[in-house]
């Protein structure tokens, strides 16, 4: 299966810049097909997630547009084959600084996992309140492509677009939209910013 540009870039942005251990880097493409109920939405984006195990950290890059409301949240949710519905395994009510009343937007934010105000309180729990627990059930829904990411709106408050994340390089469950490819290119380029940044620091 060809891969798509964004996953071409991003895989040699990455081998090319860690000088640590490489973090683990997830992919999705956000459709309204990718609802549970296909919610017609012309709106699309993209998600990148890293998970780096040696820090414990992960990192959320994400873009979108053409949405037929405002956003109230985004989130991680996990773990479910698709395509089913899991519960919120991330910040409640929202990811922090995530924007909210737009339809358009894009999001870059780091977090740490060993701590509990990454996870939402009732994943947490549902974890035995251990964080490294929280952490494992995650990344192992990410590794397994149990996760999805999900963009909620006043229109479809239970999530107008989403989708499964997969490892970068494996192929996707749904089709990439050439469309969705295109609004990756400013991801790419972000991406590549926040590495140089790391190697400098």
């Given at each position: 299966?060809?891969k798509?540009?964004?996953?071409?870039?991003?895989?040699?942005?990455?081998?090319?810049s860690?000088?640590?251990?490489?973090?683990i880097?997830?992919q999705?493409?956000l459709?309204?097909a990718a609802?549970v109920?296909?919610?017609g939405?012309?709106g699309?984006?993209?998600?990148?997630?890293s998970?780096?195990a040696?820090?414990?950290?992960?990192?959320?890059?994400?873009?979108?547009?053409?949405?037929?409301?405002?956003?109230?949240a985004?989130?991680?949710?996990?773990?479910?084959?698709?395509?089913?519905?899991?519960?919120?395994a991330?910040?409640?009510?929202?990811?922090?600084?995530?924007p909210?009343g737009?339809?358009?937007?894009s999001?870059?934010?780091?977090?740490?996992?060993?701590?509990?105000?990454s996870y939402?309180?009732?994943f947490?729990?549902?974890?035995?309140?251990?964080?490294a627990m929280?952490?494992?059930?995650?990344?192992?829904g990410?590794?397994?492509?149990?996760?999805?990411f999900?963009?909620h709106?006043s229109?479809?408050?239970?999530?107008e677009?989403?989708?499964?994340l997969?490892?970068?390089?494996s192929?996707?469950?749904?089709?990439?939209?050439?469309?969705?490819?295109?609004?990756?290119?400013?991801?790419?380029?972000?991406?590549?910013?926040?590495l140089?940044?790391?190697k400098?620091?």
């Open positions: 299966m060809k798509s540009l964004l996953v071409v870039c991003c895989m040699a942005l990455f081998s090319a860690s000088v640590q251990a490489d973090p880097l997830y999705a493409a459709t309204g609802e109920t296909d919610t939405s012309p699309l984006g993209t998600v990148l997630v998970y780096d040696s820090q414990h950290m992960m990192g959320v890059l994400a873009a979108f547009n053409g949405l037929t409301a405002p956003t109230l985004a989130h991680i949710h996990c773990c479910i084959d698709p395509p089913g519905a899991a519960g919120v991330t910040t409640v009510p929202t990811f922090p600084g995530f909210s737009v339809m358009s937007g999001y870059d934010q780091s977090f740490d996992l060993t701590d509990p105000m939402n309180p009732a947490l729990t549902a974890n035995g309140a251990s964080t929280a952490e494992m059930t995650l990344t192992g990410l590794a397994s492509g149990r996760a999805y999900n963009i709106t229109t479809f408050p239970t999530g677009i989403r989708g499964f997969t490892a970068v390089g192929p996707s469950p749904v089709p990439e939209p050439t469309s969705v490819v295109l609004l990756s290119t400013g991801l790419v380029a972000a991406v590549g910013l926040r140089r940044r790391r400098k620091g």
